[in-house]
């Protein structure tokens, strides 16, 4: 099972998507955490490459093929070998963030979004997508708040992130393994309503044996 945790930055889907991973492994699952842009080692030297203030002429196109190719890096590399072990996925950001950022976000054509997005995945969709909605406003104080230095892609504009927001609420209406949770609450209520959005969905994974567990 491929579970994917997105949201705009500063949402908090990082921390659920680990805390997720936490509980299923207490629940007795074969659990594998991954991100994106990285998880492997070109994806991780794509990452530095995307994330890099210092890249100010990088292309909206440019910037949509590098995510893919460490997206089809680690398809091929991680998540499909994963998957065919029976064990559970738990991805921060996916394919829908492409969509989202250079789709609506940088305004590239739909149509070729998506071809890139099934050519790097190979076709492989989450069995469920959980979106943490929070207005703009709120994310943009909570970076003020973490007052770290923003990276190239955090460094966007308050228009962009709103295009991106909007993006992501069109896709859950789309998309019926959408679920869109309000990302303004507390870390523990988060991670109990994402939880009860996922219990009822794994229930026919494999759990491991005591054995295994050792």
């Known amino acids: 099972m491929l579970i994917t945790f997105e949201g705009l930055d500063f949402?908090?889907?990082?921390?659920?998507?680990?805390?997720?991973?936490?509980?299923?492994?207490?629940?007795?699952?074969?659990v594998l955490v991954v991100r994106e842009p990285g998880g492997t080692a070109i994806g991780e030297r794509i990452r530095s490459v995307l994330l890099d203030k210092s890249f100010t002429g990088m292309t909206d196109t440019a910037e949509l093929f590098l995510f893919s190719a460490s997206r089809a890096q680690l398809v091929n590399d991680v998540i499909r070998p994963?998957?065919?072990r029976g064990t559970v996925v738990v991805?921060?950001?996916?394919?829908?963030?492409?969509?989202?950022?250079?789709?609506?976000?940088?305004?590239?054509p739909p149509d070729a979004v998506q071809t890139v997005n099934n050519l790097a995945?190979?076709?492989?969709?989450?069995?469920?997508?959980?979106?943490?909605?929070?207005?703009?406003?709120v994310l943009e104080a909570r970076a003020r708040a973490a007052g770290s230095g923003k990276d190239r892609m955090e460094s966007n504009g308050?228009?962009?992130?709103?295009?991106?927001?909007?993006?992501?609420?069109?896709?859950a209406?789309?998309?019926?393994?959408?679920?869109?949770?309000?990302?303004?609450?507390?870390e523990s209520e988060l991670e109990v309503e994402i939880w009860n959005l996922v219990e009822p969905r794994i229930a026919g994974n494999v759990r491991l044996s005591r054995s295994e567990e050792r």
């Open 173 to 186: 209406q789309a998309e019926n393994r959408f679920v869109v949770v309000r990302g303004d609450q507390s």
């Open 82 to 84: 994963a998957l065919n």
């Open 121 to 137: 995945t190979g076709g492989l969709q989450p069995s469920l997508t959980i979106f943490l909605d929070v207005p703009v406003d």
């Open 11 to 30: 949402s908090g889907k990082s921390t659920q998507a680990q805390r997720l991973a936490n509980r299923l492994t207490r629940e007795g699952f074969r």
């Open 91 to 108: 991805c921060d950001r996916f394919y829908d963030s492409t969509t989202a950022y250079q789709g609506w976000g940088r305004g590239l």
């Open 158 to 171: 308050h228009a962009f992130y709103d295009r991106v927001r909007r993006g992501y609420l069109a896709l």
